[in-house]
């Protein structure tokens, strides 16, 4: 494909990505094999610390459609076959590997440092240029040309003129914020306290292979993870509303372990461990965004809408964006006509609107109701670990078609046979 003249002023690519996260690294990976030039500008210098550490089987097909699972492999992560969850006392797990949807039923739970870094450097490997410490400041959409303005760490400002540009600045929303597309999310604020332990070999009936969630006994809003990394390390955090959080201590250490105290499983498997690093907030991380694509550009994963951390799809939307938009970026330079609301927009948030449903079904009870329940038909079973793997577009599944009428039926029906269980 041809690139534009060179002028004195401004440098030049085929395709500029905001962002070194998964979902840019995975475009940049697609796009570069496909032959066009990439530069990915980073902000941040790699390795760095990111939250966002249980990934879903449904990632395994994206990697390897972008090349990139090969290089994650590598890394010999710990191996996660499902999630399991925990409440007063009840224990209840599903196996991704039997699932409605067919693909693969195995991921991994990973150190976000390492997995990033890996998936990066792949991306380099396969011909993207990749820039650390460059932040964009500006941007001009264009249909043919867009411009980014970039700033480095020396504080020197740049200008790079490409044929498209994806945003994939993750939490950054680089784009959101420059275009005024930037909107609130429907779900509500909530936050997170997290931090890593080490010495967690916990007793043998804990599954390492599963995420752990847990639900505070009396709060049902509030839920923590337990996310295993090899050698005795793991991810553990609470979740919950932000005047809750603040409530249960006078600092966040302390607010930290006074919630995980409270759940019974979690302070048993918790006990003896040494923290790895400071207790970190997050909080205010849901956010949606008005359109996914303008002229030149479009946004990727949680640059454009994050939903909440339950059950871990935020990585599995980022790559599933990924995937989708780079074909669409390489047809339209090379002069076909692309259907970006058809064939990006519209797919991909109806993914996210299935992850939507579940989510809140979540917060409200009715999924915590469906998934304690004792007597659940395998069928169902299989419909719901689908999704729960990742399998948020397959259309076959009535839980994708119909999400909340199915979920709205069944928890009643959980209800009603409780109700007349003796």
């Known amino acids: 494909m041809d690139m534009p003249e060179h002028s004195d002023t401004l440098e030049y690519t085929d395709v500029a990505i905001i962002g070194g996260g998964p979902s ?3 475009a940049a990976a697609w796009l570069a094999r496909h032959g066009l030039a990439v530069r990915v500008l980073e902000r941040q210098h790699f390795p760095r ?14 990697l390897e459609t972008c090349g990139l699972l090969e290089a994650a492999q ?13 409440w007063k006392g009840q224990y209840a797990a599903i196996d991704f590997r039997e699932k409605l949807t067919p693909g693969p039923g195995t991921t991994w739970q990973i150190e976000r440092a390492d997995f990033d870094q890996r998936l990066l450097d792949g991306a380099r490997d396969a011909g993207a240029d ?46 959101a914020r420059l275009t005024g597309l930037d909107c609130p ?14 010495g967690l070999f916990g007793d043998a009936d804990h599954d390492r292979n599963k995420i752990l969630i847990g639900v505070h006994p009396e709060q049902k809003d509030i839920w923590y993870w337990l996310i295993p990394f090899p050698d005795g390390r793991a991810s553990v955090g ?44 997050l909080a205010g991380y849901s956010a949606n965004i008005k359109r996914l694509h303008g002229p030149g550009f479009a946004v990727l994963g949680n640059a454009g809408e994050f939903l909440d951390p339950v059950f871990s799809s935020g990585i599995t939307i980022a790559l599933d964006s990924a995937v989708r938009a780079a074909p669409l970026v390489a047809r339209q330079l090379d002069g076909e006509d692309v259907d970006w609301d058809g064939d990006f927009e519209i797919p991909l948030r109806e993914g996210i609107a299935t992850f939507r449903a579940f989510i809140d079904a979540w917060y409200d009870g009715r999924l915590p109701r469906i998934i304690f329940h004792e007597n659940q038909t395998p069928r169902i079973r299989d419909m719901l670990s689908a999704i729960l793997a990742g399998y948020a577009w397959d259309k076959n599944n009535p839980f994708v078609t119909a999400s909340q009428r199915r979920l709205d039926s069944l928890a009643e029906a959980c209800t009603q046979e409780a109700a007349v269980s003796p």
């Open 24 to 26: 840019g690294a995975a």
């Open 49 to 62: 610390f990111s939250i966002g550490e249980s990934l879903l089987p449904q990632c395994m097909a994206h």
């Open 74 to 86: 590598a890394g010999h992560f710990q191996p996660k076959n499902g999630a399991a969850f925990c």
């Open 130 to 175: 990749v820039e650390h410490g460059v932040s964009v400041i500006g941007f001009t959409p264009d249909p043919h040309r867009p411009q980014l303005t970039m700033r480095d760490d020396a504080g020197k400002t740049r200008q790079l003129e490409a044929r498209f540009v994806l945003d994939a600045s993750g939490y950054g929303r680089v784009l």
């Open 185 to 198: 999310s429907s779900l509500a604020t909530r936050g997170a306290l997290f931090t890593h332990v080490e």
């Open 238 to 281: 609470v979740v919950a509303d932000i005047d809750t959080l603040d409530a249960a201590g006078d600092e966040d250490t302390a607010r930290y372990w006074a919630l995980i105290n409270a759940e019974p499983r979690f302070t048993e498997l918790l006990t003896g461990v040494t923290p790895a690093r400071d207790v970190t907030r």
